[in-house]
């Protein structure tokens, strides 16, 4: 849309105080994207919205306005005390939303904020609390720790928000959610936002929403599930020359900054040891078995770096706004279409930004690509590399140190465990997957000795039928090939 069709900000002079037009401005922003134009309005009249827009939409504007809003008709009465929540599925997120936070309320007097996520000392963030801090950005699990402590007084909350609402549940937070949303008082605005919507947003609208809730999703009109300025293709590659794919796609965007996805922290960590340390590459990782301050300096190094590849499990795929990503790359093929939504949604972000995406599939893979054409992703058949570099003699050293071969056998088993719990199983089918060659992917000569039959986590135990048949109906055959 040329920005003459757009609405300023401006407009929204009566219903939004100066100060916060002021911070807009010095964000850059003179025009609203589609779903500010269309949210703010309701929100800053005190509707429930729920909002589905694209990633890099602009989401995060249109509900953290309404929120500094809600703080400074305040500003009247009794100011003091907690009356906005937000509520996060990452830290890595919350973190970044507070950010853009301290821009909006860097330009008022008085108003202010504290990030409650977890892995951070409970102690400040209590202090910060007691104190009646007017805006929490927060992750589920930490926020409802705080609520059940006498520290924390939440009776005068007036505004809810949801961001990434389907990932909140998704991620294991939804009894926290159930609790916290229980707990709230009852008169308050709420706002969800998703770039997807998924079964389980539906049940927590009804339990968190009101029934004249104004429900706007800019998606329906697309004729795509993707921003316009995204250029996405797949390659096809046979399984054991994975890694070598890889290793040229990162010689080749050495001077790009590349966002790459793993299924599996362990994939991470072997990919991530291997190319930098054997291959002298320039990568950085992040997952969810690092510490928090790792973490947050990983991501601070990738906001500010201009070119570097970050390899990534979905952890950093949610919400995360990076700036100038050039390349999405999806080594390990997303769960469904609204995981390949997000993924490639860390890049051609806001109005007319411009980014490309490659999705690696295996040929037994093909068929994803029709099934992300019913969700409306269209990509490009990209052609092959005929030519990729040996890896082996770098690959030898490397299994001369023990820990290597073990993360290498780590890799392999979480890259096939990713496979356990992925719906399409016609498409990612573990029972026809050639483990030798997935073996050989990870470097390692032989399969390892790894039974994917017994020891499932919690997390990943199979549904019922899929562990019938594992157990049953698999012949002795295939039972050997998984037994691996
Ligand atoms: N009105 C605007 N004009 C231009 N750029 C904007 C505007 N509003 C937001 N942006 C920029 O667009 C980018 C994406 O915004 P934001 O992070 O809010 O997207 P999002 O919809 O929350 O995406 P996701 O679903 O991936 O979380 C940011 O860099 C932001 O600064």
Request: some cysteine; aromatic content about 8%; hydrophobic content about 40%.
């Amino acid at each position: 849309m040329d920005d003459t069709k757009r609405t300023k900000f401006k407009t929204l002079k009566c219903a939004v105080s100066e100060a916060t037009i002021n911070a807009i401005k010095s964000m850059g922003f003179k025009y609203m994207t589609d779903i500010q134009a269309e949210v703010l309005p309701k929100a800053l009249d005190g509707i429930d919205v729920v909002a589905t827009a694209k990633t890099g939409s602009g989401k995060t504007l249109a509900f953290l306005i309404p929120a500094v809003e809600v703080v400074v008709k305040q500003s009247q009465n009794n100011y003091q005390g907690t009356f906005c929540i937000i509520i996060s599925p990452t830290r890595e997120l919350a973190i970044q939303t507070y950010q853009v936070l301290q821009d909006i309320i860097s330009h008022h007097e008085g108003i202010t904020s504290a990030l409650v996520i977890g892995g951070e000392s409970r102690k400040m963030q209590s202090n910060r609390l007691a104190a009646g801090v007017h805006i929490v950005v927060a992750t589920p699990g930490r926020l409802f720790d705080h609520m059940r402590t006498k520290e924390f007084d939440y009776s005068k909350v007036q505004c809810l928000v949801l961001d990434e609402a389907d990932k909140i549940y998704q991620y294991g937070f939804e009894e926290d959610l159930k609790q916290i949303i229980n707990r709230l008082p009852k008169q308050r605005q709420t706002m969800l936002f998703s770039a997807t919507h998924a079964e389980t947003t539906e049940e927590l609208i009804k339990s968190a929403l009101r029934d004249d809730l104004h429900s706007i999703n800019t998606n329906e009109d697309n004729d795509r599930a993707t921003v316009e300025g995204l250029k996405q293709g797949y390659v096809i590659c046979e399984t054991e020359y994975r890694l070598c794919w890889l290793y040229k796609l990162l010689k080749k965007t050495q001077n790009l900054k590349v966002m790459v996805f793993f299924s599996s922290c362990k994939s991470v960590v072997f990919h991530h040891e291997f190319l930098k340390k054997y291959c002298n590459l320039s990568v950085l990782c992040i997952h969810g078995k690092m510490n928090q301050t790792d973490r947050t300096a990983t991501m601070n190094n990738f906001y500010k770096a201009e070119k570097v590849a970050l390899f990534c499990t979905d952890l950093a795929a949610r919400g995360l706004d990076i700036p100038a990503v050039d390349w999405i790359v999806q080594f390990d093929p997303p769960a469904d279409a609204n995981e390949y939504i997000h993924r490639v949604g860390r890049t051609a972000r806001g109005l007319g930004a411009a980014g490309h995406a490659v999705l690696l599939l295996r040929p037994e893979e093909e068929e994803f690509i029709e099934y992300l054409k019913e969700a409306k992703i269209y990509l490009d058949k990209y052609e092959f590399w005929d030519k990729l570099s040996s890896l082996q003699k770098k690959l030898d050293v490397a299994l001369q140190n023990p820990e290597f071969v073990k993360m290498a056998e780590e890799a392999f088993e979480g890259y096939i465990r990713a496979f356990e719990v992925k719906k399409l199983k016609h498409v990612f089918n573990l029972l026809t997957m050639d483990m030798e060659s997935v073996a050989k992917s990870f470097g390692l000569k032989e399969k390892p000795d790894v039974d994917i039959r017994v020891g499932f986590s919690k997390k990943h135990r199979p549904r019922k039928r899929a562990m019938a048949l594992l157990t049953t109906n698999i012949s002795s055959e295939s039972t050997k090939r998984l037994k691996t």
